[in-house]
Structures are given as structure tokens and as C-alpha cells.
């Protein structure tokens, strides 16, 4: 079993629909980070969290410490939303690298 | 800053044949990462710096792979022999604090082995 795993793998919605990406990982972790890769391959952070919630423009991620979980929402998705999401973890073992998730295609139809 | 540099961004190579990868950190930033890409696999990371010295490299994963980073701004990896499976898109990353601190990626290098 993956120490991340994410759902779905796979998401296809029609643009201005509610979305959610969901990560669950098994260790304890010092941070949870969401990364966004478009088609064409650049990979951007989007955000670092540790505990609550943040929220950067149309996109929002929580994290729950105690249920190891976290989700990574966008609200009137667009069509240029439409990339992969990456979860990785920082565990509190591991010396400071990340353990990557398998990511989830997000496709927005116009 | 002009963020994370690679260099190239495709290489072709035959098989056997030495291949290096370059990269350059954004300036300041304390931690470099060494990640590969596959379709199977995912992002897998290879090797990381803290302030020049490799700290953790146990993702690479033979000893064909090799990297250093002589000074600050500078990063190599190293296939020698290069194989098929070796084939990936490779990317370099940085941050101020290794895992616990944004990272930033450079655009990567896609590597096809033939």
C-alpha cells in the first residue's frame, strides 16, 4: 500500500462545477503539499499546509492532522484548471524529502 | 529570479552512451532535489542536497546514477551507461528548507534513450 494515496485518478466535470481532490496518507507528517502539473510538464506548488485550511484565489486545501487526510477544492473550475494535482507528504520520518502521491487528472469541459 | 534552470530540456541518447543533466537552483535557496517522472512510477525522488552536501540517495537507483553539487548554483546528475529504462522526464527543484518549504521545479528534461 501507497503511503499516499489519492482519489479519484481521474475527474472529468463540466466547467463551473465544484471539485474535489482528496489525499490520504498513512505516516505522520511535518507538511502536506499540493502541486499542479499542466499538460507539457512544468509542476507548480500551489500550497504548503501543516494544519487548517488555505485558500489561494478560486482554490482551497484542508488538511485533517488526526484523520490523515486532505483535500484540495476548486470552486467555478475553468477549463485551464485542467492538469494533474499532486499530493505529496513531508513525513516526520524521512529526512525532510517528499513522498509523492500518484496524482489525479482533472479534466474541465468546456 | 529567473527560477530553477535545466539544461537541456530533451536529450536523446543511445544506449551506453553517458548522459548529464544540469541544473541551477534559484539563489538562496539551501535545498536541491534531484526527481524523475515516469507514466508507471510517478515522481520518485532521486537524490537531495542540504547546503551542497547529499544528504539522502537512496531513490537512485543504481550506480549508473551519479550527482554532485560542487558550489551553491550548480547541480549535476549523471547516467553512465544510459539504458532504455532509464527514459523519464527529470526534474531539479529548490527550496530554503528542504521538505518543509516550497519547492520550485524547473521545467525538467525529458530524457529518451534509444
Known amino acids: 500500500k501507497n503511503e499516499v494515496e489519492q482519489s479519484p485518478q481521474n475527474l472529468t466535470a463540466q466547467e463551473g462545477e465544484f471539485i474535489t481532490i482528496n489525499c490520504s496518507y498513512s505516516?505522520?507528517?511535518?507538511?502536506l503539499h499540493w502541486l499542479q502539473q499542466h499538460p507539457g510538464g512544468g509542476i507548480v506548488s500551489l500550497f504548503m499546509l501543516s494544519s487548517g485550511k488555505k485558500k489561494h484565489g478560486r482554490l482551497i486545501a484542508t488538511i485533517n492532522i488526526q484523520e490523515k487526510h486532505s483535500s484540495l477544492h476548486i470552486t467555478a473550475s475553468h477549463p485551464r484548471d485542467s492538469a494533474v494535482y499532486i499530493c505529496?507528504?513531508?513525513?516526520?520520518?524521512?529526512?525532510?524529502?517528499?513522498?509523492f502521491g500518484q496524482g489525479t487528472r482533472l479534466t474541465i469541459n468546456p | 529570479d529567473a527560477g530553477v534552470i535545466q539544461s537541456p530540456r530533451h536529450e536523446v541518447t543511445e544506449m551506453g552512451q553517458e548522459v548529464t543533466l544540469r541544473c541551477k537552483p534559484i539563489s538562496g535557496h539551501n535545498s536541491l532535489f534531484w526527481y524523475r517522472q515516469t507514466m508507471m512510477r510517478g515522481l520518485e525522488l532521486l537524490i537531495y542536497?542540504?547546503?551542497?552536501?547529499?544528504?539522502?540517495d537512496s531513490g537512485m537507483p543504481e550506480d549508473r546514477f551519479s550527482a554532485k553539487m560542487p558550489n551553491a548554483s550548480f547541480s549535476t546528475l549523471k547516467i553512465q551507461p544510459s539504458e532504455p529504462r532509464d527514459s523519464a522526464v527529470y526534474f531539479c527543484?529548490?527550496?530554503?528548507?528542504?521538505?518543509?518549504?516550497?519547492?520550485?521545479f524547473g521545467p525538467g528534461t525529458r530524457l529518451t534513450v534509444l
Open positions: 505529496a507528504v513531508a513525513p516526520i520520518q524521512g529526512a525532510q524529502k517528499l513522498v
Open positions: 505516516v505522520g507528517i511535518s507538511a
Open positions: 542536497f542540504n547546503n551542497n552536501v547529499p544528504i539522502d
Open positions: 527543484a529548490s527550496s530554503l528548507l528542504a521538505a518543509l518549504d516550497t519547492q520550485y
